[in-house]
């Protein structure tokens, strides 16, 4: 039976394919990124996993590694998080400058279970500098909106609150300024998820 949380949504296809074809490593520093002038990124305000709220402009002068999803996911999202946060350490390890300037994000796509005490309790198993933002459905629908992102609530008999989500799940890096870099394969080692990373890290 097909499951259709299975199928990744990809409203910036284009761009993504371009992103995916160019080669895993470090460049030189002329390189144009892959996923330059794309429209995908823009301001928000939400809220953390702290309660706090918080917006775009908080995160200015740091690039920003950011993953829609939701902690409820059976299996994608928590895999996708699991490189994100190994793809960090790798980087970590290999160049702690370049590590602390990059800020992973995670927003979720499912606000109505994923309250901040479950963030709270989600995101730091995956990475401690990970943050989790949520917000109202509205929010939420206008920031998915924004980065490109597709999610939709998969009907369930009954009203059955197990229900699942399917939404893309591309891993977008963007720049100091909010402009997207790069997608970062989440089909790579963690060492080449930090080589990609370092790659546009300036």
């Known amino acids: ?7 990744r949504f990809a409203p910036v296809a284009l761009a993504i394919a371009l992103a995916l074809a160019g080669p895993i490593g470090c460049g030189g520093g002329n390189e144009t990124p892959p996923l330059a002038g794309a429209r995908i990124g823009g301001p928000f305000t939400l809220t953390d996993q702290d309660g706090k709220r918080v917006s775009d402009k908080d995160f200015a002068g740091k ?5 829609f999803g939701y902690t409820f996911c059976p299996d994608i999202c928590p895999t996708d998080l699991q490189k994100l946060g190994q793809g960090m350490r790798a980087l970590e390890k290999d160049d702690a400058a370049a590590a602390e300037k990059i800020q992973p994000i995670f927003i979720s796509i499912d606000p109505a279970r994923d309250t901040p005490a479950i963030l709270k309790a989600y995101v730091p198993a995956f990475h401690p500098r990970l943050i989790g933002l949520t917000g109202t459905q509205a929010e939420i629908d206008a920031v998915a909106k924004e ?5 939709a609530k998969v009907p369930t008999k009954d009203g059955n609150p197990n229900y699942l989500m399917n939404h893309s799940t591309q891993m977008v890096l963007f720049d100091p300024n909010g402009a997207p870099l790069a997608l970062i394969p989440q089909d790579k080692s ?7 990373m370092k790659r546009w890290v300036k």
Request: avoid cysteine; charged fraction near 15%; charge should be neutral.
């Open 190 to 196: 963690p060492a080449e998820m930090a080589a990609e």
């Open 1 to 7: 039976m097909n499951n259709p949380y299975r199928n």
């Open 63 to 67: 690039y920003r590694l950011v993953y």
């Open 147 to 151: 980065y490109a992102v597709f999610h």
